[in-house]
Each structure stands twice: as structure tokens, then as C-alpha cells.
């Protein structure tokens, strides 16, 4: 059974650049969740989307965006990057909205993006 | 804000110790409240809920209104328990974590 897949898996990137991360949640589930962590720190909250809505928005500034697509899979997009935008980026699928008892979010891999 | 602290970023124990790893949260109504853990070079997985009330692994969190906690524990500690546990506590259709603590279990 093929859990979250992210890809890339390794990411390097120049200031000002932009990215496109990319994400397969398992199969049937309908969220998509996208989560920042930076060394040391617990994961961050920044998308959620939901039957390809969006149904939450951390506080991230606008150069991040995200999209879901019909088939369930989603993208982050993060313009004008910045050295601070280097972290582990975490998508995490869920049957419903996230992160009800019922509908746990499962997490993938992660890409792990560098910003020189 | 929300917040969920996890006031130890590591811990150490030897084999066949009890362990226990603290999680507070900031009040607000009826939080739900889980425990996630990530082994080495392995991705974050969900490891319990509270409203199941299980036992997973060993593993048992109960949570305590009054105190605001919802802290993991085990009455002894086997070396593949160490890894990164995070408390976590939805809030809106998201989730919140804490900063983690890691669980080092010495043979």
C-alpha cells in the first residue's frame, strides 16, 4: 500500500528563485496538507486543502501558494525564495478534513529544500 | 495563540525504565490532542489519539483537563522506542506541534 509520496526528495535552490514541490496522498483520500519544519522545530502548519479547495492558510506570507488538482495530488509553490525558506516541507494526506480523530493526517517523506 | 510545549528536547533513559514525556497545551474547550513519533529515517506517523484511549506499542496518554496535559508514557522503555516524539493538538482543520522531544533509551 503506497503511502505519501513527495517529490523531490532533496531540493537546492538560489535566493529569489522559486519551487514546486509535488505530492501524491494515499489513494482515496481527499486532504492535503502542507507543513513546514525547520531544524528543531516541530512541524508548522501552512495549507490545507480539501476537494481541491482551499480550507486553511497558515501564517506564511503570499509567496507561498498551493494548489490541489482532480486527481487529489497537490503542489506548494514558494516564490522569491528566501535563505529562511530552508526546511524539511512536509505533505500529509487524510481522508477528511485534517486532523480529526476519525481522519489522522499520514505524513510522506518530505523535501527537504535548501536555499544558498 | 494556540501553543503546545513539550518542555524537554531530549530525553535519556536506560532500558526497562519508565518513561514519560510531557506535553502541555494552551486551554481551549475540547482540544484534540495526539502523539506523533518519527524513528530514524523514517517518516512522522501518527502514534496515538486521545479520544481511542489505546495502547500503542506500550505507549498510553491520558489527558488532563485540569493541568492542561497530555502526557506519554510507558512503564519500560525498550531501545526501539528511542526516535522523535511530537505532541500535536488540532485546532481549525490543521494541527499544532510542539517542538519535540527525543527519546534516547540506553541499553
Known amino acids: 500500500d503506497a503511502g505519501v509520496t513527495q517529490s523531490p526528495t532533496h531540493l537546492i535552490k538560489t535566493r529569489g528563485q522559486h519551487v514546486t514541490l509535488r505530492c501524491s496522498p494515499i489513494?482515496?483520500?481527499?486532504?492535503v496538507s502542507w507543513y513546514q519544519q525547520v531544524l528543531g522545530q516541530g512541524p508548522q502548519f501552512i495549507f490545507q486543502?480539501?476537494?481541491?479547495?482551499?480550507?486553511g492558510r497558515g501564517n506564511f506570507p503570499d509567496r507561498f501558494s498551493a494548489r490541489q488538482f482532480p486527481n487529489y495530488s497537490s503542489e506548494l509553490n514558494v516564490n522569491a525564495l528566501l535563505l529562511g525558506d530552508s526546511a524539511l516541507y512536509l505533505c500529509?494526506?487524510?481522508?477528511?478534513?485534517?486532523?480529526?480523530?476519525?481522519?489522522?493526517?499520514?505524513f510522506g517523506n518530505g523535501t527537504r529544500l535548501t536555499v544558498t | 495563540a494556540q501553543r503546545v510545549t513539550q518542555p524537554e528536547k531530549l530525553l535519556s533513559v536506560f532500558k526497562g525504565a519508565p518513561v514519560e514525556l510531557k506535553c502541555n497545551y494552551s486551554?481551549?474547550?475540547?482540544?484534540?490532542l495526539f502523539w506523533y513519533v518519527q524513528y530514524s529515517r523514517q517518516r512522522l506517523q501518527l502514534l496515538l489519539r486521545?479520544?481511542s484511549r489505546e495502547s500503542i506499542k506500550g505507549f498510553t496518554a491520558d489527558l488532563n483537563k485540569g493541568e492542561t496535559s497530555f502526557h506519554l508514557k510507558k512503564p519500560f522503555a525498550q531501545e526501539e522506542d528511542s526516535a522523535m516524539y511530537y505532541c500535536?493538538?488540532?485546532?481549525?482543520?490543521?494541527?499544532?506541534f510542539g517542538k519535540g522531544t527525543k527519546l534516547s533509551v540506553k541499553p
Open positions: 500529509a494526506s487524510s481522508l477528511y478534513a485534517a486532523s480529526s480523530y476519525n481522519s489522522p493526517l499520514h
Open positions: 486543502y480539501y476537494e481541491k479547495e482551499e480550507r
Open positions: 486521545h479520544i
Open positions: 486551554y481551549s474547550g475540547s482540544p484534540e
Open positions: 500535536a493538538r488540532g485546532s481549525q482543520g490543521n494541527l499544532i
Open positions: 489513494s482515496g483520500h481527499k486532504s
